[in-house]
T-cell receptor, first 117, second 113 residues
Framework: EPEVTQTPSHQVTQMGQEVILRCVPI?????FYWYRQILGQKVEFLVS????????KSEIFDDQFSVERPDGSNFTLKIRSTKLEDSAMYFC???????????????FGPGTRLTVL | DQQVKQNSPSLSVQEGRISILNCDYT??????FLWYKKYPAEGPTFLIS?????DKNEDGRFTVFLNKSAKHLSLHIVPSQPGDSAVYFCAARDNNAGNMLTFGGGTRLMVKP
């Protein structure tokens, strides 16, 4: 069964450093997402991406964050200058259907645990 | 922002019995609801979904009920199995806000043998 994959599973970085989290969405999916879950808190939406551009983003997704689909398979989340409060599990997800047309079940990857020291 | 709430942080059920997990929401624009199951150190796994035009959707042991007037949905698992022990999240989509999902805080289900 196709699945979303993410690398690395755990990333430790120093405050102020740049990190890139990588995801390989399910191959026939068209919509890509990043969510995060700070320990003990809810899963929160960060950004959605379609047709090589951001379609929605939350307040969390400020100028320190960026997303890219550098090739036909990878989808990346970059944090330019990490802060302590960026420590969280980051989940990538993908879906096949566009918004408002039938179901658009989002399938999640296993997550990357980011620890900022 | 508490648009989606799961008021029970945990639930313990005996194997073979029914598990009922509840979720309440406040945004009347939500049109699609999903339940995800999550094991520690793994991503959320999709379980079952329901569109706002329906009031029930069933898939094997899992049934989701939607009461739009009460802004309430529930997930029923019958019969419960020890392997069902996990954290269950409900999530909702506002069609006017694109594809983003708003999650509840989760309910930890423990199914005792």
């Amino acid at each position: 069964e196709p699945e979303v994959t993410q690398t690395p599973s755990h990333q430790v970085t120093q405050m102020g450093q740049e990190v890139i989290l990588r995801c390989v969405p399910i191959s026939n999916h068209l919509y890509f997402y990043w969510y995060r879950q700070i320990l003990g808190q809810k899963v929160e939406f960060l950004v959605s991406f379609y047709n090589n551009e951001i379609s929605e983003k939350s307040e969390i997704f400020d100028d320190q964050f960026s997303v890219e689909r550098p090739d036909g398979s990878n989808f990346t989340l970059k944090i330019r200058s990490t802060k302590l409060e960026d420590s969280a599990m980051y989940f990538c997800a993908s879906s096949v259907a566009p918004s408002g047309r039938g179901t658009d079940t989002q399938y999640f990857g296993p997550g990357t645990r980011l620890t900022v020291l | 922002d508490q648009q989606v709430k799961q008021n029970s942080p945990s639930l313990s059920v005996q194997e073979g019995r029914i598990s009922i997990l509840n979720c309440d929401y406040t945004n009347s624009m939500f049109d699609y609801f999903l339940w995800y199951k999550k094991y520690p150190a793994e991503g959320p796994t999709f379980l079952i979904s329901i569109s706002s035009i329906k009031d029930k959707n069933e898939d094997g042991r899992f049934t989701v009920f939607l009461n739009k007037s009460a802004k309430h949905l529930s997930l029923h698992i019958v019969p419960s199995q020890p392997g069902d022990s996990a954290v269950y999240f409900c999530a909702a989509r506002d069609n006017n806000a694109g594809n983003m999902l708003t999650f509840g805080g989760g309910t930890r289900l423990m199914v005792k043998p």
